[in-house]
């Protein structure tokens, strides 16, 4: 992360939702509708936090929770703040929060960057759906990958 550039990461709330669509419709292919946000904020088996610096989002990560299990359901940051490790603290940070054994999510086969990432923080490939995401020329299949959260202590 720059240096002298403090991340905070909250909770989303509904006035966040203006800057999390804006950051969702610009890096997704399919984009989540304010309708979905909505109902993450409302449901007790969802979790969703908002990455801020100062008063800008600039980030977002949104998980289901079923049992013993959470999976993150999507998580981004604004194109112009990628690559600086930000995407690794609202990873890090929130999963730390999660009451959890087991994290899954699916990434799309293409997106090494986030593989790169997932597989840093000790995620491992357990299958794959094919055909998952959308894409600019047909679909794509997405990379399950799971991780024990009890090991990470």
Do not use: C
């Amino acid at each position: 992360m720059d240096e002298g550039e403090h991340l905070a990461i909250v909770p989303m709330t509904p006035d966040h939702l203006v800057a999390v669509l804006k950051i969702e419709k610009a890096n997704q292919l399919s984009p989540w509708s304010q309708q979905e946000f909505e109902r993450s904020l409302n449901n007790p088996k969802r979790l969703a936090w908002v990455a801020t610096k100062g008063e800008q989002v600039i980030g977002f990560a949104v998980y289901g929770l079923v049992a013993r299990e959470a999976e993150l359901l999507t998580i981004s940051i604004l194109a112009s703040e990628q690559s600086r490790g930000y995407g690794r603290e609202l990873l890090a940070t929130t999963m730390a929060t999660l009451n959890a054994d087991e994290l899954f999510l699916e990434v799309r086969e293409s997106n090494q960057p986030a593989r790169a990432l997932y597989e840093s923080f000790g995620f491992n490939e357990v299958g794959l759906r094919p055909n998952y995401y959308p894409s600019n020329s047909d679909r794509e299949d997405a990379i399950i990958y799971a991780i024990d959260l009890a090991l990470l202590g």
